[in-house]
């Protein structure tokens, strides 16, 4: 029998987790608010949040269509890889979501990296962005 490792896990639950819980802090959501809006149970949710939950496939659809991203968003590419990976957005997406999505995606940058540069940028484009943008980041 083959064990899986954590490795191995096609979607990444810190980054689903991250931004959840990203998401949620922005709306000013409750845990059981967003299980009631998406179906998922408020333990759950908090396992996904804390990076210790496994989602099943369907709880994965449900999260990411609440949040209204493209699931790529949270898989897990292979940077070693020569092919190059497309970035997959929604043209309602707002530019923090989208910049973060590219930095991701550059096969130069770790995950580490590619994800302080985003809050890092995020920042930066709460702090600069007009009265009326900041309410959509």
Known sequence: MVRKTNNDRLISTMELGRVIKRRREELGLSLRDVADKTSVSASTLSRIENGTGKPDADNIARLTNWLDMPIDRVMKVKKSDNKVEPVIYYPHEATPEIVEAHLRADKNLSEETASALSE??????????????????
């Open 120 to 137: 890092l940028f995020r920042v930066a484009y709460t702090q600069f962005a007009g009265p009326d943008k900041k309410k959509k980041v």
